[in-house]
């Protein structure tokens, strides 16, 4: 059984740029959260996806979008990319209230 | 205030020796929680939940506290692999999952 996969695993990216990361979940989980992790810092809820629905937020910019396909697949895209934006990005899929499970990450770096 | 407060630590630990440390939150209403550990550039695992009985797994022991509004992680016996940082969990919601996560808790074990 598959876990959480995440693609790509590193990606550099210029300021100004667009982003587009992809997370496949767990087998049988039907939610996805995305979470924003600077270094030596704990992870910050981005947002998370329901029956392709955004259904929470944090405390993130527009600028940070995502979707959710009915496979229960997720994207998470980044626009107009700032330097701050450099992090490792974590998916998390979840079913009900279960502990969620993550991704290895995508390690973004905005030069 | 921070939703989820941690002392950073670092906790250094003779191998063998028995650690604790806690993690405060502040949503009086939080519903679940859980300790996740985390190694050095790699995703988060969930290590236990937190019940409000309290609950062991091994050497591994949560506690809730909720009229203070903290969690305890008590690791016996230290191993050289249980260096990590430990991550503090909250979900604040009855619904959803999304986790609000403490600065973590790093901990060496030396030999």
């Known amino acids: 059984d598959a876990g959480v996969t995440q693609s790509p695993t590193h990606l550099i990216k210029t300021r100004g740029q667009q982003v587009t990361l992809r997370c496949s979940p767990k087998s049988g989980h039907d939610t996805v959260s995305w979470y924003q992790q600077a270094l030596g810092q704990g992870p910050q809820f981005i947002f998370q996806?329901?029956?392709?629905?955004?259904?929470q937020r944090g405390n993130f910019p527009d600028r940070f979008s995502g979707h959710q396909f009915p496979n229960y697949s997720s994207e998470l895209n980044v626009n107009a990319l700032l330097l701050g934006d450099s992090a490792l990005y974590l998916c998390a899929s979840s079913f009900g209230r279960q502990a969620a499970f993550f991704g290895q990450g995508t390690r973004l770096t905005v030069v | 205030r921070k939703e989820v407060e941690q002392d950073p630590g670092p906790f250094n630990v003779p191998e063998g020796a028995t650690v604790a440390f806690n993690c405060t939150y502040s949503?009086?209403?939080?519903?679940?929680f859980f300790w996740y550990r985390q190694d050095c550039r790699k995703e988060p695992k969930l290590l236990m939940s937190?019940?409000?009985s309290g609950n062991e797994d091994g050497r591994f022991t949560a506690q809730l506290n909720r009229a203070s509004q903290y969690i305890s992680l008590l690791i016996r016996d230290s191993k050289l692999s249980d260096s990590a940082t430990y991550l503090c969990?909250?979900?604040?919601?009855?619904?959803?999952?999304?986790?609000?996560f403490g600065g973590g808790t790093r901990v060496l074990v030396k030999p």
């Open positions: 996806y329901y029956e392709e629905e955004e259904r």
């Open positions: 949503n009086s209403a939080s519903q679940s």
């Open positions: 937190v019940y409000s």
């Open positions: 969990v909250v979900n604040p919601r009855a619904a959803g999952n999304k986790l609000t």
